[in-house]
């Protein structure tokens, strides 16, 4: 690293760490050689990895980049993907192993072996082949968290056609463009979903989504609530009616390495959302690799639960090909967290004895909000490691979880990645990693991540930039869908020269190199020419112990040109936010960062505003701090929010 003018200031200093524990260390599957062994040779490396999958055709070279950014991984090679996450396991003997314990959100549940998903995604793939689907076409799936929408991907992948997925929560509006961007020829749901408690319609939902929709010939729904739902004549088919019936042998076939797997769309701030494309081998291969690792996954003894949604990345990744590609045993759970009571996801953990938990920043303080007493009522003690994705975790957060939910002793994996990278870029590894609250640290094996300022030269020890990956991996995205030049202009322009992917992410370096991420650059406020990170006011904030949650932006400042502007949510039994609190808020952060970090203002709220993913729209913030008529509200998970914050501000300097 050269010592070059940072690109963000370094404000905030955390110097906890918690070095491995020395019995977890001996058992762990990562060892510290793995980082050795991997830069010595990365494609030997990665070969080596994708050892773990069985392939049909073994590949003839590891990485093709000569038409970089377009990579090909394990070229030549063959293989299945569903064969490899379901029969590849009952083959070997493990059929009666539970693959998933279902919990549904009113209180019902099924628990499904490996032979018995092996069945239902023959019956599927044989029922999806029966109305036309084959290879290369585009299914999309818009259902809650069932077992059946699990099996319609694996089906999916089982014939070649490629799935895409749709948040459950998804207006129609946006179910209909993502339809039309693929051009989907069957689309998958349910008549409807059970949400807080209650059924909620889903069906009608698609129907109005689909009104003309050309490329659609097929509906397939499937039976979650029982409603009275209209089928229409000629294009929808009950699930059960068409898969039930059929015969639970289909022979998987052999698809290219490069043949495509699936489209994932994402909504960047501007624009419309991307298709995400993602391809078989290479991906499967960073899935399995990073699962095994990170979780430090044992097969047929860890039970694992990932709370996120099959419609985002982490659901794809890690709760469906990386976990069942492992062989895992894992909860997947229906419903809210508070659905009926607070204490849902410990009594679930206490119920199956869950010993690996993946979750986000956003849920953890949520927790914090309902309080410590809630998770002490369950005996969580299967709980061994603890991971965290989505955004920055603040450090208070991390200590939370470490000492309620991990007992002070699991390892917390801080795991920073995008849909675009298919699969775990940075985190500690367990039982290796010397862990330090806030800091994902150091790329993966095999992974290869940089900060550099605005030449592309690396910064130093202490300094802050924009987080590149210099190298291509085997789960990194094969293009958008339709649109090369999008493509090449989001992702590859900002640092083409070096030929550097950049992720749209803010970082540092701390003193000993591990990196800490800071937001996105988008987000970074310029205050009388510091860049300061909202990540790190925010933590600030977060780490007094009346606050639950905020939220920063910077706004046009006469003088400073950006005055930062917080929002904090206060915990359950906290003083309301008079003026003496806010004030002693202000001096806080400037305690914790410095007086260039004091907040202008800071306006006590009781929601911010989130995606459905769970990360804070700051932009939608940022409106309300300059005064402006708040922009589009259509991606929030909850679009009264805003009113609510503009009705019930309470400001003070
Ligand atoms: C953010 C989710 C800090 C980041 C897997 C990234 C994180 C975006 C972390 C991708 C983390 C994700 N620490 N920030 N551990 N994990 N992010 O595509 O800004 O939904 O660029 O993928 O989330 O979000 P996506």
């Known amino acids: 690293m050269t010592e070059q003018s940072p690109a963000l200031d370094n404000l905030l200093t955390e110097s906890r760490t918690f070095p491995p524990n020395e019995n977890f260390s001996a058992q762990a599957n990562a060892k510290a050689d793995l980082y050795a062994e991997a830069d010595a040779d990365r494609e030997g490396f990665w070969a080596a990895q994708a050892e773990r999958l069985s392939w049909d055709t073994k590949w003839s070279q590891v990485l093709d980049w000569t038409n970089a950014p377009f990579a090909k991984w394990f070229v030549g090679g063959k293989l299945n993907v569903a064969y490899n996450c379901v029969d590849r396991h009952v083959e070997s003997g493990h059929g009666d192993q539970i693959a998933i314990h279902w919990v549904g959100e009113p209180g019902d549940s099924r628990d499904i072996t490996y032979a018995e998903l092996k069945d239902e995604v023959s019956k599927a793939?044989?029922?999806?082949?029966?109305?036309?689907?084959?290879?290369?076409?585009?299914?999309?799936?818009?259902?809650?968290?069932?077992?059946?929408?699990?099996?319609?991907?694996?089906?999916?992948?089982?014939?070649?056609?490629?799935?895409?997925?749709?948040?459950?929560?998804?207006?129609?509006?946006?179910?209909?463009?993502?339809?039309?961007?693929?051009?989907?020829?069957?689309?998958?749901?349910?008549?409807?979903?059970?949400?807080?408690?209650?059924?909620?319609?889903?069906?009608?939902?698609?129907?109005?989504?689909?009104?003309?929709?050309?490329?659609?010939?097929?509906?397939?729904?499937?039976?979650?609530?029982?409603?009275?739902?209209?089928?229409?004549e000629g294009r929808d088919l009950w699930w059960h009616e068409l898969v039930d019936g059929q015969s639970a042998e289909h022979t998987p076939e052999a698809f290219d390495s490069e043949h495509p797997l699936f489209i994932l769309y994402t909504s960047?701030?501007?624009?419309?959302?991307?298709?995400?494309?993602?391809?078989?081998?290479?991906?499967?291969?960073?899935?399995?690799?990073?699962?095994?690792n990170v979780f430090d996954h044992k097969a047929g003894e860890d039970v694992y639960w990932c709370t996120a949604d099959i419609g985002w990345i982490t659901g794809h990744s890690y709760i469906v090909y990386g976990p069942l590609a492992n062989r895992t045993t894992q909860v997947v759970y229906e419903g809210t967290p508070n659905t009926p009571h607070e204490g849902r996801h410990w009594e679930i953990i206490q119920k199956y004895k869950v010993s690996i938990y993946y979750t986000a920043p956003t849920l953890i303080r949520t927790f914090m909000k309902w309080g410590n007493e809630i998770p002490q009522k369950y005996d969580i003690s299967s709980l061994r490691v603890l991971g965290s994705v989505g955004e920055p975790i603040n450090p208070e957060a991390w200590i939370w979880y470490r000492e309620n939910i991990g007992a002070g002793q699991a390892p917390i994996v801080d795991t920073w990645w995008q849909t675009e990278t298919g699969g775990i870029m940075i985190s500690p590894l367990p039982g290796v990693t010397s862990t330090k609250p806030g800091s994902a640290q150091r790329a993966l094996p095999g992974i290869s991540a940089k900060i550099v300022d605005d030449q592309a030269n690396e910064v130093g020890k202490g300094g802050g930039g924009y987080l590149v990956l210099d190298k291509p991996w085997p789960g990194m995205l094969r293009g958008i869908w339709g649109d090369e030049a999008r493509f090449k202009e989001t992702y590859w322009s900002r640092f083409a020269e070096q030929g550097y992917y950049f992720a749209g992410d803010g970082a540092k370096y701390d003193a000993d190199g591990d990196i800490w991420l800071l937001g996105r650059v988008d987000d970074v406020m310029n205050v009388s020419g510091h860049r300061i990170s909202t990540t790190e006011v925010e933590s600030a904030l977060v780490s007094h112990p009346t606050v639950a949650e905020a939220a920063v932006v910077g706004a046009t400042d006469p003088t400073t040109g950006q005055g930062i502007v917080a929002f904090v949510i206060l915990r359950g039994n906290a003083v309301d936010g008079g003026d003496a609190a806010v004030q002693e808020l202000r001096n806080h952060v400037a305690k914790e960062i410095g007086p260039i970090a004091k907040p202008r203002q800071i306006l006590v709220v009781q929601e911010l505003p989130k995606t459905r993913s769970g990360k804070i729209m700051r932009r939608l913030l940022r409106d309300v701090a300059e005064n402006r008529a708040v922009g589009d509200v259509t991606t929030l998970a909850d679009s009264s929010v805003m009113d609510l914050i503009s009705s019930g501000l309470k400001s003070g300097k």
């Open 125 to 232: 793939a044989n029922g999806l082949a029966s109305i036309g689907v084959g290879a290369g076409d585009r299914v999309a799936i818009q259902c809650p968290m069932i077992p059946e929408a699990i099996v319609a991907m694996l089906a999916c992948a089982r014939i070649g056609a490629l799935h895409s997925v749709v948040f459950g929560g998804f207006s129609p509006t946006a179910l209909r463009s993502r339809v039309d961007d693929q051009e989907a020829k069957v689309v998958i749901t349910s008549d409807g979903q059970y949400r807080r408690g209650k059924a909620a319609p889903m069906k009608v939902n698609v129907d109005e989504a689909l009104e003309g929709a050309e490329s659609v010939e097929k509906v397939l729904v499937i039976r979650r609530t029982g409603d009275e739902i209209p089928l229409i």
């Open 268 to 292: 960047g701030t501007t624009g419309k959302p991307k298709g995400i494309l993602h391809t078989s081998g290479g991906y499967l291969t960073q899935a399995a690799y990073t699962h095994h």
